[in-house]
């Protein structure tokens, strides 16, 4: 038995069909040449009408840690950051044309108007990045709820000049959040298709893009000592940005340096509800549980966080990364803004923070055990992206795959959530009472053919059992949605995401882009 727990949001309908395959798993792409991602203004082509169903099936290949069974929706909600997009043919992805930009068309009506368009100088050579060289010092980016006095001091400083500067300058905080705006908000056309837009959320390219955002953000903070550094040595530089690490108990809460509003790094468009000391919430729906202390709260994030880099792919956008999201953005504002929606999220400094523990979390995945492994499909390495350097070049980036080439590192502050797995609840679970297709305005149970059963060890070794789930359609993407997928839920299980019968979640950001006709519609 499946369960679909309806949790929040502008859900409309969710259809599915049941049915019984097997498919090969495994973590290298087969190919990403151009890239879509799971909104409906960019599936728009046949294949985005296949029939919907919900099936599980076996995934043969390597071994996966098995903790649960890995959620996909549609092919794309599972390619959150670590698995293939749909693709067009034609090789792997280009660094869009700067001259070629489109205004947002299906930004919210209440949004302020905003051009999401990166700085464009005629004439400009585009360079190749750089990496730092080898000999430089290894930069440990720090926890931000542990830095101290000296660093806050020039981390504040380094955005203080970023604010100060000209609002077309590419080096400017304005053009720093514009950047992500610019790539998820359909300002651009991915090269050699036209209409299609360049997207960097829900799909493989969720990783790599963050990481460089990240990377020449914190780049940027050199800024502040370049008039006494030799041109030379910018990129020697070593250039610490703090991260948000959320996963750790004493980061659960909006750090403080964030709270002060006369510093540079505080926005006014946050939830009130949440500054310091509030604890985070990662089951977060847009209602705060305030029955609970803050270590059962504690509690409920290990749980968890533990299932998130395992089993399988894309998890970690979904959680922490949406959810934070929506947890940090104000509900006062008519769209979330600035962190609960994706076109203003970066307005707000701790999203380059936030990034960072979502590097971190890849950083982590990847040390985890042997068999998370690095990519080798050319298609994905070779896909390039463009940013400003702190020296106001446009520069053409591609394969990120190894920190360490970047010079940096982060912070230890333990991983406490590898330790904290759910304990199984005992009891019957519930019966299914219900068919597909239905609708989430409520909890959906419906029972799931397996393809096999009573498997020895070894077979459970070889092939691991994967819960599938797709046609899930959304009427409204400029509202959050979240919904949990239970498998064998008692009846006396408890109906969050911390909950050990929960295999999965699905929390989804507010974003707009070109949709056309299909304005505000989404289908997986």
Known sequence: MIRLERSHGERRHATARCRRTSSPRSHTPSSLQTLRCMRSHLLRSKDARKPRRLSCCKATGGRVHRRGVLLGLGGAATAAGLAPTTTHGGGALAAPDLQSCHPPEDLPDTAADVSCCLTYRPGTAIVDFTPPPASSPLCVRPAAHLVDEEYLAKYERAVALMKALPDDDPRSFAQQWRVHCAYCNGAYDQVGFPGLEL???????????????????????????????????????????????LDAPGGMTLPAIYADQSSPLYDER???????????????????????????????????????????????????????????????????????????????????????????????????RPGNTAFTDPDWL????????????????????????????????????????????????????????????????VAVARPGTSRSRGEKEDEEEVLVVEGIEVADCSKFIKFDVFVNQTRSGAATAAAPECVGSVALTPHSGRSGKDKGAMKN
């Open 199 to 245: 997207q960097i959320h829900s799909c493989w390219l969720f990783f790599p893009w963050h990481r460089y955002i990240k990377y020449m953000h914190a780049s940027m903070h050199v800024l502040s000592v370049l008039p006494v550094l030799p041109r030379e040595d910018h990129r020697r530089r070593h250039v610490r940005s703090a991260v948000l690490e």
């Open 270 to 368: 946050r939830n009130p509800a949440h500054l310091p000391q509030f604890t985070l919430d990662l089951d977060y729906n847009g209602t705060d549980d305030l029955t609970i202390s803050r270590d059962q709260q504690i509690d409920q994030n290990l749980r968890i966080m533990y299932r998130q880099p395992d089993p399988g792919a894309g998890t970690i956008e979904n959680t922490p990364h949406n959810i934070l999201h929506f947890w940090s953005g104000d509900p006062r504002q008519p769209n979330g803004e600035d962190m609960g929606n994706f076109y203003s999220a970066a307005r707000d400094p701790v999203f380059f923070a936030h990034h960072g523990n979502v590097d971190r979390m890849w950083h982590v995945w990847s040390g985890l």
């Open 382 to 445: 070779d896909a390039s992206f463009l940013f400003y350097d702190e020296e106001a070049r446009p520069v053409r980036v591609r394969d990120c795959l190894d920190a360490a080439a970047l010079r940096y590192t982060y912070q230890d502050v333990g991983l406490p959530w590898l330790d904290a797995r759910p304990s199984a609840e005992a009891g019957s679970p519930e019966l299914a009472a219900d068919t597909l297709p239905a609708t989430l305005s409520r909890t959906v149970r």
